[in-house]
C-alpha cells in the first residue's frame, strides 16, 4: 500500500531528527504533499498512527497541506492547474486545447515542513 510506505518514511525521519533533538514526545508533523501523489490522507493518518505505536511520535498528529499541480501543455504551451476534486485526478490531466501532451510542473512534492516537539 502506498499511503503505508509514505508513513513508514515520515515516521523513520522524524524519529531521526527527534532524537537529535532530544525530544521526549512528537505532538505533530506538517507535511506537504503534491496531489498527484494521489495519498489519501485518511489512510495515511490510519497507516501512521498504527506503526508509530510506542515510538516518540506515539498520538503524534499529521496536518495534512496538499498542494495543487501545476501543468504545462506541450502543443500551446499553456500553464494550468489540474481540477483534482474529481475521483480520478489523474485522467483529467488534459489541456483545454484537448491536448494531454503535458508536462508536470508541480505536484510530486512531497516534504516534511515541521513538527513540534516536546523537549526534557
Ligand atoms: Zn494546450
Do not use: W, Y
Request: proline share 2%.
Amino acid at each position: 500500500m502506498h499511503e503505508l510506505s509514505l508513513a513508514e518514511g515520515i515516521l523513520k525521519t522524524i524519529l531521526q531528527v527527534a532524537e537529535k533533538e532530544g525530544a521526549r514526545k512528537i505532538k505533530s508533523i506538517k507535511i506537504e504533499m503534491g496531489e498527484i501523489l494521489l495519498v489519501n490522507s485518511e489512510q495515511l493518518t490510519f497507516c501512521f498512527d498504527i506503526i508509530s505505536k510506542d515510538t516518540l511520535a506515539e498520538g503524534a498528529k499529521l496536518d495534512i497541506i496538499f498542494l495543487k499541480p501545476r501543468l504545462l501543455c506541450n502543443v500551446c504551451r499553456k500553464e494550468f492547474q489540474i481540477n483534482t476534486d474529481e475521483d480520478l485526478p489523474i485522467l483529467s490531466m488534459i489541456c483545454e486545447c484537448g491536448s494531454n501532451d503535458v508536462t508536470v510542473l508541480s505536484g510530486r512534492e512531497f516534504n516534511i515542513k515541521s513538527m513540534k516537539i516536546e523537549e526534557d
